[in-house]
Nanobody, 119 residues
Framework: QVQLVETGGGSVQPGGSLTLSCEASGSFTRITTFASMGWYRQAPGKQRELVAGRSNTGFFTYGDSAKGRFTIPVTGAFHTVGLAMNRLKPEDTAVYFC??????????WGQGTQVTVSS
């Protein structure tokens, strides 16, 4: 089995920055064969949406809300994924979930970390 643990959430003022981190642990075989890792978020009353993702081939995908402001740092580590968030807005307030997806489509989720952007 695989576990994902997120860290780095918190409260920040509009225009500020936060960095989230996610680390996978558990089955080494499964972790080293992830097809992709990344982040979704879910705001109250809204559907979960893709924020950013990184494929095992080094391809990055960003949701419209993240483009130009959020970045997945390139670290070379296959069992971690970060999310550097800049110029945060109140509408970025949400619970951010780390995910890891296998080639079969099976997806693992972290427990979520709260990000609050407020003055």
């Amino acid at each position: 089995q695989v576990q994902l643990v997120e860290t780095g959430g918190g409260s920040v003022q509009p225009g500020g920055s936060l960095t989230l981190s996610c680390e996978a642990s558990g089955s080494f075989t499964r972790i080293t064969t992830f097809a992709s890792m990344g982040w979704y978020r879910q705001a109250p009353g809204k559907q979960r949406e893709l924020v950013a993702g990184r494929s095992n081939t080094g391809f990055f995908t960003y949701g419209d809300s993240a483009k130009g402001r959020f970045t997945i740092p390139v670290t070379g580590a296959f069992h971690t994924v970060g999310l550097a968030m800049n110029r945060l807005k109140p509408e970025d307030t949400a619970v951010y979930f780390c995910y890891a997806r296998e080639t079969s489509g099976e997806t693992f989720w972290g427990q979520g970390t709260q990000v609050t952007v407020s003055s």
